[in-house]
T-cell receptor, first 114, second 113 residues
Framework: EAQVTQNPRYLITVTGKKLTVTCSQN?????MSWYRQDPGLGLRQIYY???????DKGDVPEGYKVSRKEKRNFPLILESPSPNQTSLYFC?????????????FGDGTRLSIL | DQQVKQNSPSLSVQEGRISILNCDYT??????FLWYKKYPAEGPTFLIS?????DKNEDGRFTVFLNKSAKHLSLHIVPSQPGDSAVYFC????????????FGKGTLLTVNP
């Protein structure tokens, strides 16, 4: 089954404790992206990656890091989480080189930073 | 500055009737538009899209209309079913590449039996 898998699905942690949210896709997609969803703000893009070793900032990259060492994985790293990063996070992927193709989303990771 | 606007936070319709969800955009460079549906505890799922070279695209009960001069698009669901109850997000991108999506805030559709 084609899917984007995020882990963990839920996490409660404390300010300053480094955490990583993993994202893996089994569709051999070149493009991957991270979004956060906040009440009243919709989904906003954090970082995206066009392919292995190629990443770029989205609209709200502050406080986040990403890496793309393998095609299937795109982890989101919070080096020093703060309460304003409490949010619902989504990873997405799509095939590159083909216009007008939709992005496929994972089921989300709900982070609470205390 | 919000480039994609969904001005109705919620919409309630009766089963069997038409649901019309609206979306406005300000960036004239947008040329590819998508609608996603999101159920609680799940990720957004792609519903339907339209490129700026068209003014209408249909897929079963779902039709998207694009009015470029007004920078407005709408999603019509006919007939509406209780299973359509979800949050609907409008999204747009530049160049058809879909590499950077700009989303609206979403509209919660409730279809009453």
């Amino acid at each position: 089954e084609a899917q984007v898998t995020q882990n963990p699905r839920y996490l409660i942690t404390v300010t300053g404790k480094k955490l990583t949210v993993t994202c893996s896709q089994n569709m051999n997609h070149e493009y991957m992206s991270w979004y956060r969803q906040d009440p009243g703000l919709g989904l906003r893009q954090i970082y995206y990656s066009m392919n292995v070793e190629v990443t770029d900032k989205g609209d709200v990259p502050e406080g986040y890091k990403v890496s793309r060492k393998e095609k299937r994985n795109f982890p989101l790293i919070l080096e020093s989480p703060s309460p304003n990063q409490t949010s619902l996070y989504f990873c997405a992927s799509r095939r590159s080189g083909q216009d007008y193709q939709p992005q496929h989303f994972g089921d989300g990771t709900r982070l609470s930073i205390l | 500055d919000q480039q994609v606007k969904q001005n109705s936070p919620s919409l309630s319709v009766q089963e069997g009737r038409i649901s019309i969800l609206n979306c406005d955009y300000t960036n004239s460079m947008f040329d590819y538009f998508l609608w996603y549906k999101k159920y609680p505890a799940e990720g957004p799922t792609f519903l339907i899209s339209i490129s700026s070279i068209k003014d209408k695209n249909e897929d079963g009960r779902f039709t998207v209309f694009l009015n470029k001069s007004a920078k407005h698009l709408s999603l019509h669901i006919v007939p509406s079913q209780p299973g359509d109850s979800a949050v609907y997000f409008c999204a747009a991108s530049v160049g058809g590449s879909n590499y950077k999506l700009t989303f609206g805030k979403g509209t919660l559709l409730t279809v009453n039996p």
